[in-house]
């Protein structure tokens, strides 16, 4: 065990936890929240490889498909998908004996995957960055603090002297889940750590720039054009510093959205300086509205969605959903604008 390096430091117990966890496990299993992101697939798919490199068997189950910009990740195809191999999902759960947890707070997470999770014997060790986590754990490793999940993963691999393993591929994973979480390292980045731990990817051979362009700014034709449709019709609440942006299921249509057409949109109301939070409505089925939230400063945008969109997430980054139309997913957000007045200053 090595420490002193970083600034964040992982509790001594709790990452010993996690090396005699691997050492005496074989069937070993990695899991993330559902729709995962950059961060649940990097960490997931950092952890995986490092612990092939370690001699390690492990596998990777997600409650759903990853997106289609991180398909080109190293791994990505050996990842057991839920909703494609639910049996095999399943069974990999309950047979596991010790399952990673990567960058989710509450079993709930893993949607329909929840309960052979939940009723699986292994043993559990939770690497997040989520808050107030309600997860039962034999290692809960939750540092809110850390930026992303694949930071703190790989601060525990250092503390461990285990970064060996990290090679170039489990490094690709690891930096890509950092840089989509801090928006190419523009927000929740003014943490030391951060760099340390680039520095040490790029030596283990990450393409940094390449990455960049692959993962943060490449994307279709309907993308272009349906992000600069929902800006134009932007709309603004300048009494609750607010912007929203919707896309009906008719838009949605019209445009040939696909899934990932619209990551990113919802933080691009923040450039303006009288707006202090932004929401973005997709209108995914008639009766369903995902809700996407961003924050600056201290507007909890995390307890907006938590109290009224069945949702959760960060201080500044949240999401939910809403069962019925967009129209009374509209009506429901300007009634609740009033409430969370306070916290604009
Ligand atoms: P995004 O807006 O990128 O979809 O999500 C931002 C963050 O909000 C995610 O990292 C996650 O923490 C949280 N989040 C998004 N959707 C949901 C949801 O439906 N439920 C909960 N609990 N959190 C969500
Ligand atoms: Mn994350």
Redesign the pocket.
């Known amino acids: 065990m090595q420490n002193g390096r970083f600034v964040h430091n992982i509790d001594f117990a709790a990452a010993t936890e996690v090396l005699d966890l691997i050492k005496e496990s074989d069937k070993i299993v990695i899991t993330c ?3 995962p ?1 950059g ?2 697939i990097g960490s997931s798919l950092g952890l995986w490889h490092t612990l092939l490199a370690m001699g390690k068997k492990a596998t990777i189950v997600t409650p759903d498909c990853p997106p289609k910009i991180l398909q080109f990740l190293p791994g990505v195809k050996e990842i057991v998908i839920g909703t494609r191999q639910t049996d095999y999902a399943r069974n990999l759960l309950t047979d596991a004996d010790l399952v990673f947890c990567m ?2 707070n ?1 079993t ?2 893993v949607d329909k995957l929840q309960p052979y999770l939940d009723a699986s014997s292994a043993r559990k060790i939770v690497i997040d960055h ?1 808050l107030e986590p309600v997860i039962e754990a034999d290692v809960l490793i939750s540092r809110p603090e850390i930026s992303s999940t694949s930071a703190l993963l790989y601060i525990l691999l250092w503390q461990l002297k285990l970064t060996r393993y990290v090679r170039r591929r489990a490094a690709e994973c690891i930096f890509t889940g950092m840089m989509t ?1 801090t928006g190419n390292f523009s927000y929740n980045s003014n943490d030391s750590d951060l760099y340390l731990i680039v520095s040490d990817l790029v030596k283990k051979g990450v393409d940094k720039d390449r990455l960049y362009t692959q993962v943060l700014n490449t994307g279709s034709e309907s993308r272009v054009r349906i992000c600069g449709y929902a800006q134009y019709k932007m709309k603004m609440f300048p009494d609750h510093k607010a912007a929203l942006l919707t896309l009906s299921a008719e838009e949605l249509k019209e445009f040939e959205y696909a899934k990932g057409d619209t ?1 990113g949109l ?1 933080n691009i109301p923040l450039s303006i300086p009288e707006v202090n939070y932004s929401v ?1 409505m997709r209108q995914d089925s008639p009766d369903y509205v ?5 924050s600056k400063g201290d507007f909890p ?2 307890l907006m ?2 109290a009224y ?6 201080l500044n ?5 809403f069962h019925g139309t967009l129209s009374e997913a509209v009506t429901r957000l300007i009634e609740i604008m009033p409430e969370f007045d306070k916290y604009n200053h």
């Open positions: 929240h559902v729709s992101d961060d649940a960058d989710f509450d709930k997470r989520h979480d990551e919802v973005f995902k809700i996407s939230t961003r945008v995390n969605c938590e969109f069945n949702g959760g997430g960060h980054a949240a999401g939910g959903e």
